[in-house]
């Protein structure tokens, strides 16, 4: 069983759509919580980045963190053609270890 | 642009060549990071670095070998690489301290690497 489940997806949504994007994860040492967005011969573009349960807000992007459920969740408010990219949820132990999940392909359709 | 520069952006290379890739950051990072990726899978922990000290190896070969001049720079040497070698080799690079974890990593766009 991997550390990290993603929902595959991919994901298709018309323009201006709410998007929820979700990870499980199983490592109870993983402390530090991040989502990316990846564009096609891309690096990973941090998004945002929290390390406590509840909800943290920028711009049209929510990261929502439960630790008792062991589930992270990124919401995409009024969805745009731009926002057409993998996603990847990334968690850190103390130490310094990321793991990614899989990562999520979100197309917005205009 | 991102703040994680790394050259060369694409290498084509046989299996007996030795090549490096580096890796430049400007943000006054300690702690800087190797990932391996392969098409369509999230990247992959390689090596770690902490204050110009290598803290995590992740079970690497040895054909790849890491090296950290200084706080700014971080190279990647490869020799005797393998076709299964051929992947997108991105840096990355976090404030660090105590808590390497507690900071968020920024990546550069990678070096897309192609082993003939």
């Known amino acids: 069983q991997k550390e990290v489940e993603q929902d595959p997806g991919p994901l298709s949504v018309p323009e201006g759509a709410i998007v929820s994007l979700n990870c499980t994860y199983s490592n109870s040492a993983f402390q530090y919580f991040m989502w990316y967005r990846q564009y096609s011969r891309k690096g990973p573009e941090l998004l945002m980045y929290?390390?406590?349960?509840g909800n943290k807000e920028d711009g049209r992007f929510t990261a929502q963190v439960d630790k008792s459920s062991k589930y992270i969740s990124l919401f995409i408010r009024d969805s745009q053609p731009s926002d057409s990219a993998t996603y990847l949820c990334?968690?850190?132990?103390?130490?310094?270890?990321?793991?990614f999940g899989d990562g999520t392909t979100l197309t917005v359709k205009p | 642009d991102t703040e994680v520069t790394q050259t060369p952006k694409h290498l084509v290379m046989g299996m007996t060549n030795k090549k490096s890739l580096k890796c430049e950051q400007h943000m006054g990072h300690r702690a800087m990071y190797w990932y391996k990726q392969k098409a369509k899978k999230p990247p992959e922990l390689m090596f770690v670095y902490s204050y110009e000290k290598l803290s995590i190896n992740e079970s690497v070969p040895s054909r790849f070998s890491p090296e950290c001049p200084n706080s700014s720079l971080l190279n990647l040497h490869l020799h005797a690489l393998q076709p299964e070698d051929s992947a997108l080799y991105l840096c990355?690079?976090?404030?660090?301290?105590?808590?390497?974890?507690?900071?968020?990593?920024?990546f550069g766009d990678g070096t897309r690497l192609s082993i003939l």
């Open positions: 929290t390390y406590s349960s």
């Open positions: 990355a690079s976090s404030r660090g301290g105590l808590l390497l974890g507690n900071q968020p990593q920024h």
């Open positions: 990334a968690m850190n132990t103390n130490a310094g270890k990321s793991t």
